[in-house]
């Protein structure tokens, strides 16, 4: 019998490997984003429309706020893609994606997902937007043929946008052999830190009178992520083997300080306060508020990223 003994592994001879690096955290943060973004502005076209209940509803006017969000989804989302194409090694071999789809890989259901994201983002972003195309007939003209349809396409992005959301942490999970990520809760983390981010894209475009508004729903956003984020390191320190010392080494090691100081007390606990003192009317609103909820999003894809490679699966 002989047996062959393999130290490529052991922390100490290959103590940090990076295979996804800056790109890829700026792809999950720009994708969760663009998901956000995509859920709220298709349900506030909902809620503005009478939903599907009342689909022949006169248009109201968006707003410049709701526009521009509008537009963001998709561009933000191109502009992920991007970066997630520096990160591919062979990177002429992208259309090997779409050549099948594997119904049991994640990657697949992701692949078409985001591919389907674009037409679908674009059109609503032309029918939120079509005032803007006015010297354009073509575009006009399509945006004019797809509003009947305005409130069933609302719903579509609306589901679109949260898959893509939860897929952004679906896409990590999935790496079992890191044990930091491997958790089922990841994708809902995900998906509402990109909710809280895209209420703060809103905030920071919005006008006096609505301001207060998208400041609140950031702030419930944020309770939701909380939450998840709770569900996640309980998760992680309940379970067994090299989950809990991975899940300990976020919270308690050498990448807790920038956990708790950026994403929870920086990201979520200070922004949460200043909402409402801003609502008790003890404070005014100052842009501080949804830049801190952004810089704790960011921060958290990173920080995700980089400890889930750093934290080594030897205990």
Request: charged share 10%.
């Amino acid at each position: 019998m002989t047996e062959i003994i393999s130290n490529k592994l052991n922390p100490n001879v290959l103590p940090h490997l990076d295979i996804w690096t800056w790109d890829v955290a700026l792809y999950l943060f720009l994708g969760g984003l663009s998901g956000g973004l995509l859920i709220l502005t298709s349900g506030k076209l909902l809620l503005q429309s009478g939903g599907l209940l009342h689909p022949k509803a006169p248009p109201r006017d968006p707003g410049l706020s709701l526009q521009v969000a509008a537009l963001l989804a998709p561009v933000l989302l191109g502009l992920g893609m991007l970066f997630l194409f520096l990160d591919l090694e062979l990177k002429l071999h992208v259309w090997r994606f779409y050549t099948n789809f594997n119904p049991t890989s994640p990657m697949s259901w992701g692949s078409w997902m985001l591919l389907g994201f674009f037409p679908l983002s674009g059109l609503q972003a032309l029918i939120v937007c079509r005032s803007w195309f006015s010297s354009v007939p073509l575009l006009q003209r399509l945006a004019d043929q797809a509003m009947p349809y305005r409130n069933a396409l609302a719903v579509a992005n609306v589901h679109l946008g949260a898959g893509i959301g939860v897929y952004t942490g679906i896409l990590l999970s999935t790496f079992y052999a890191r044990p930091l990520w491997s958790s089922s809760v990841l994708g809902f983390v995900f998906l509402f830190s990109g909710l809280s981010s895209a209420a703060a894209v809103l905030t920071l475009l919005s006008s006096e009178e609505e301001r207060l508004g998208h400041a609140q729903l950031m702030a419930y956003a944020m309770a939701m992520e909380g939450f998840a984020l709770t569900m996640y390191l309980v998760g992680g320190l309940t379970s067994t083997g090299s989950s809990r010392s991975a899940m300990w080494e976020l919270v308690a090691g050498g990448h807790a300080p920038w956990f708790w100081l950026l994403d929870v007390v920086g990201g979520l606990l200070v922004p949460l306060l200043l909402i409402t003192l801003i609502a008790l009317r003890k404070v005014t609103y100052a842009p501080l508020v949804p830049i801190l909820t952004l810089l704790g999003s960011l921060s958290l894809r990173f920080l995700i990223v980089g400890a889930g490679q750093a934290i080594s699966t030897i205990s």
